[in-house]
């Protein structure tokens, strides 16, 4: 996967417990992406960082927050879970330069009971 | 704001049919425009890519041309295999100098196809 790892590739928890998952790359890229993947809906663009430290809301930011400490780490974070937020969650990165390519990892199924 | 259209499927062929998924889509600048294939269990990956008009992206067969007329970027390929069985995503950025706001996805098409 191009140097993108996620972590936990699977998680089931409960209604109103935290969670974060992990996006780590070894591609030294700038920009990297939080995106969830729900039926019927495609793909949803949560949060996205444009360098360390630096980073904006999305089309479903709602309920999510995102830290990016390094530049090879991108964290998303839910406080309280809710079982609307079960979904399958890809991180992408890309460089600024040209068209704007993204390169996903293999994604992390969360499930809230 | 940016919006991407395609047909959801699921699309079903025999092999060596003819495929098309259509795809079209609106946006304020002058898009790139990108086709993503997702396989069962995996991630998504970049199948082909156009970054302005009239230009044509191609890889593994399928092919796509970048139609500003029609705002359109149909993909095809001209004899299907079971292994093209997969999710395929299209997808635009309207930030011709490598902007951070990632992509706009369509909703996917499903596409199986029968032995």
């Known amino acids: 996967d191009a140097g993108i790892t996620q972590s936990p590739r699977h998680k089931v928890t409960e209604t109103g417990t935290p969670v974060t998952l992990r996006c780590h790359q070894t591609?030294?890229?700038?920009?990297m992406y939080w995106y969830r993947q729900d039926p019927g809906h495609g793909l949803r663009l949560i949060h996205y960082s444009y360098g360390v430290k630096d980073t904006d809301k999305g089309e479903v930011s709602d309920g999510y927050s995102v830290s990016r400490s390094k530049t090879e780490d991108f964290l998303l974070t839910l406080e309280s879970a809710t079982s609307s937020q079960t979904s399958v969650y890809f991180c992408a990165i890309s460089e600024p330069r040209g068209a704007n390519v993204l390169t996903f990892g293999a994604g992390s199924r969360l499930t809230v009971l | 704001g940016n919006s991407v259209t395609q047909m959801e499927g699921p699309v079903t062929l025999s092999e060596e049919a003819f495929l098309t998924i259509n795809c079209t889509y609106t946006a304020t600048g002058y898009p790139s425009l990108f086709w993503y294939v997702q396989y069962p269990g995996e991630g998504l990956q970049l199948l082909l890519k156009?970054?302005?008009?009239?230009d044509k992206g191609s890889n593994k067969g399928f092919e796509a041309t970048y139609r500003k007329e029609t705002t359109s970027f149909h993909l095809e390929k001209g004899s299907v295999q079971v292994s093209d069985s997969a999710v395929y995503f299209c997808a635009l950025s309207d930030s011709s100098e490598g902007g951070a706001d990632g992509l706009t996805f369509g909703k996917g098409t499903h596409l199986i196809i029968q032995p």
């Open positions: 156009a970054t302005k008009a009239d």
């Open positions: 591609e030294n890229h700038r920009y």
